[in-house]
Each structure stands twice: as C-alpha cells, then as structure tokens.
C-alpha cells in the first residue's frame, strides 16, 4: 500500500510539472508575440519606435511592481488557485490585445493587464515545484524553466507565421484562446494545495526584512536584474535587429532570432541543472558560481549577437550566449532558497523578480529611444556589460556572505 501511494505521488508530481511546463510555455509565448509583429503592428498604427518599447516596457514594469504582492499570496493562499487565476487573466488580456488601436490600448491590455496576469505565476509555481521535487530540486526547475525556451521559440515561428498569412492580430487570439483552455485544465488536473503559511502568518513588512538583511540575497537579486536587463532588451528588439542588418522576412527573423538562442539555453539549462545540484552537495555555494561563471562566459557572445557581420557569426554568438545563459537559469530560485526559510519562498521569489525586473524594464525603452542615434546593432552589443557586472556580484557572495547566511538557515532547521 504504501508502494502504491509513494508510486502515485510520485506520479502527480511528474505530472503537475507537465503541466506547469505548459502554463509557463504560454507566459513566456505570450510576452514574446507582440516582439515578433511589433514591425506589422508599426505599420499598421503608425507608432514609433519609442512608443513601441514603451508598451514592451509597460509590461516588465507592471509585472515588477505586482510579483512581490504576488509572492506574499503565494506562501498564504492555495498555489494550484493562484496560477490556474493568474494563467486565465495573462491568456484573456492576450486574446484581447488583437482589438487594440491605439497606444493607449496597448499599454493597458498588453502592459497592464497581461504583465499583471503574468506576475502572479512564477513565485507560486516555483515554490510549488520546490516543494514537491526536494531531492532534484535545480533539475526540476530546469526542466520547468525550459518552458520558456521552447514558448519563445515556437511563438517566434507561429506568430510570424499567423501574422503574415492572416494579419497580427490573429497571432494574439491564437495565443490567448489556447491558454484560456490550458488554465482551465489545470484546475481540474492540479490538487489544492495548503498554503506555505498555514500555521504562522509572517507579515508582509517581516517577510521584507527577514529576505533583504541578507547581503547574499542583495547580491544574488542584484545579478538577476543585470540578466533580466539584457534579456528583456535582447527580446524586443533582436527580431527587428536581424529582419533590418540582414534583409530578413518576419517570420524568418522572428524564429531565428529566439530558435538559436533558446535551443543553446535549453542544453545549458539541463547541464547547468545536472552540475548544480551535484558541485552543491560538495558545497551548497557552488550553485552561484555555476550561475557567475555563466554569466562570465555569456557576456562576449552578448556583444557579437550586435557586432557580427554575417548571418552565421550572429546564429553561433546566439546559440553559445544561450548555453550560458541557460546555465545561469537553472539556479535563479535554487540558489536564492539556499538562504531563505522555507514558508517564505514564494515571498523571496516575489521580491526578486520585483527588484530585477524592474530594473531590466528599462532596456527596451533605452534601446527604442537610442535605435535612431546609437543603432540597434551598437545598442545590443553593449548589454555585455550587464552581464560581467552581474558575474561580479555572485562571485562577491560566494566569498564574502554566503556562508554566513547559510549558516543561519541550518540553525533554524535543527
């Protein structure tokens, strides 16, 4: 009997994973369509380049300002409710972004609404995934974080594809309809959950000061917003960069763009994931300098995916900038939870994401608003530096503060 429950608990949470890897696939395809018709969508309504990196920067901010709230509900409330509510707003606002004319439309439907959505899922959904996989902890959320290679690649293709065959707004409405049926399937499939916080409420203002009197945790939030800003940047504008130097079609820019990057993440996620969990039982500090070193050797490739002169030197610096960046993925919230208690991880997610993507909101706006003067290609190239200062603040944990926050979570356990 026994067997058979450990059998079938091992089952489900095989399967919740399957399906949170979907939900995520939809979060990240979501946010990457309107980067793929952004051209169409200029033509169509005469916005300019500015305006364009201001609805890409609504989004990012939106979801910054919201993921802390987010996180705090997520150790307080059922996990499985949150993310099916959370995937049905982001997948509605989606679907009825394709109605939009006017700026104003956008930055509500397509900044607000879908970036507000969005927020709500991550904390809840790694937290979750946390729980449930202890014992392959960086696997599980790297497996889960190959959802957004795969989201953005496929919607680079399909998107490009929709919008040329029927228009950009039908690219929206594919999109948003799939995920509307998705969140329904995952409260019928998922368990309810008991809150993290089921016995002892910390408040939001203790949950604050018990995450960010760590100066690990600074640190390590302070890497992810460098990542994020070169991430966010690299997204909104890297199928225009490629349609523009190289005479590209949308749909071949588009799929381009994201198909060599993401595929190069996808293999350094799973590597970064398998190396991680196994350097981190020698000492639970190697899991940061996995991710620095990744950044480390991620930020020249950064600088030629702009500088390269020819097609192929552009798709080999995209696929090596994406192993590299997919090692770094593979540890964001693993590493963050060697430091953090553990009824307060959803919060500690929360506020991360907060702080980086806030931060790394500011990419696509800098860039649309430089496109005229610096250059897109120039603009690119130069997010290497985000990178080697972001590698600069985890090797500065590893060897100053590391240890003695960790320490402070083991006597909490005992």
């Avoid at 089921?198 to 000061?209: L, M, Y």
Wanted: hydrophobic residues 50%.
């Amino acid at each position: 009997m026994d067997q058979e429950v450990s059998g079938s608990r091992k089952s489900y949470k095989w399967e919740m994973l399957a399906w949170l890897w979907l939900a995520f696939f939809l979060n990240q395809a979501d946010r990457q369509v309107f980067s793929v018709v952004l051209p169409l969508i200029k033509i169509d309504l005469k916005l300019t380049d500015g305006e364009l990196g201001l609805i890409a920067s609504a989004l990012v901010w939106t979801y910054g300002v919201l993921v802390p709230f987010a996180g705090f509900i997520g150790d307080r409330l059922s996990r499985r409710n949150i993310i099916g509510t959370s995937l049905l707003v982001w997948s509605a606002a989606t679907l009825t972004t394709g109605l939009c004319h006017t700026l104003i439309q956008f930055i509500f439907l397509r900044g607000i609404a879908t970036g507000g959505g969005e927020a709500f899922y991550a904390p809840a959904a790694n937290a979750l995934i946390s729980e449930e996989h202890k014992n392959k902890r960086s696997l599980a959320l790297a497996l889960h974080q190959t959802a957004v290679y795969f989201g953005i690649i496929l919607s680079g293709l399909i998107a490009g594809y929709v919008a040329e065959l029927y228009g950009w707004r039908h690219a929206f409405y594919l999109f948003g309809g799939f995920g509307v049926l998705i969140a329904l399937i995952i409260f019928l499939r998922l368990k309810k959950d008991l809150p993290a916080q089921v016995t002892e409420k910390v408040d939001v203002i203790t949950t604050a000061k018990l995450i960010f009197k760590k100066p690990t945790v600074i640190l390590l939030t302070f890497s992810f917003a460098c990542m994020v800003f070169v991430n966010v940047g690299y997204l909104t504008w890297m199928p225009s960069l490629l349609a523009e130097k190289f005479n590209l079609s949308l749909a071949a820019a588009g799929f381009s763009s994201m198909f060599y990057h993401h595929i190069g993440a996808f293999i350094g996620v799973i590597l970064g994931g398998s190396l991680s969990d196994r350097f981190s039982r020698i000492n639970p500090a190697n899991r940061l300098v996995v991710q620095g070193v990744s950044l480390l050797l991620g930020a020249p490739f950064i600088y030629w995916i702009g500088s390269g002169e020819t097609v192929t030197i552009t798709y080999v610096a995209l696929f090596m900038f994406g192993i590299f960046r997919g090692a770094y993925d593979s540890s964001i919230f693993a590493s963050l939870y060697e430091v953090v208690k553990p009824e307060i991880k959803s919060s500690a997610s929360g506020l991360m994401l907060m702080c980086a993507f806030l931060i790394g909101a500011f990419s696509p706006v800098l860039l649309g608003y430089l496109k005229p003067t610096l250059g897109i290609e120039a603009g690119v190239s130069y997010l290497w530096i985000s990178y080697f200062i972001g590698a600069l603040s985890l090797f500065t944990a590893v060897l100053f503060f590391f240890k003695k926050d960790r320490e402070k979570i083991e006597e909490i356990k005992r």
